[in-house]
């Protein structure tokens, strides 16, 4: 399968993004999906998963009440809505997908993904 994010740039402090992710190949279903995001000079940090059927999500402490993931596997398309956006989450954006059989304690691993797309870049100014 193969990922591409869309929707970075950049935004005022307290501004909402949505970013999408689109999929090609094998078809989302497939799929259990991740976001996660890097920041300069950090490590890639896990933000939000969602299960197969949509129905699990989790969320990273520091972007719950503001983040919300959420897919559309008819359009192959998942999506991170992020609202009430800080100066620290500013960071590259990217999107993973895993065929793992259990996606419960591992979804926040970067290694439980197998697939990577291109990253997108979100920048918000204070």
């Not at 259990?32 to 969320?59: C, D, S």
């Amino acid at each position: 399968v193969q990922l591409q994010a869309f929707g970075g740039g950049l935004v005022q402090a307290g501004d909402s993004l949505l970013l999408s992710c689109t999929t090609s190949g094998r078809a989302l279903s497939n799929y259990h999906m991740g976001w996660f995001r890097q920041a300069p000079g950090k490590g890639r940090e896990f933000v939000a998963g969602i299960r197969r059927n949509g129905e699990v999500t989790y969320l990273a402490d520091d972007v719950k009440g503001r983040f919300t993931i959420s897919r559309r596997n008819v359009k192959n398309t998942v999506y991170l809505q992020m609202n009430t956006l800080k100066p620290e989450d500013t960071a590259v954006y990217y999107c993973a997908a895993t065929s793992t059989a259990s996606y419960s304690g591992n979804n926040y691993d970067a290694r439980t993904y197998g697939h990577w797309g291109k990253g997108t870049q979100v920048t918000v100014s204070s």
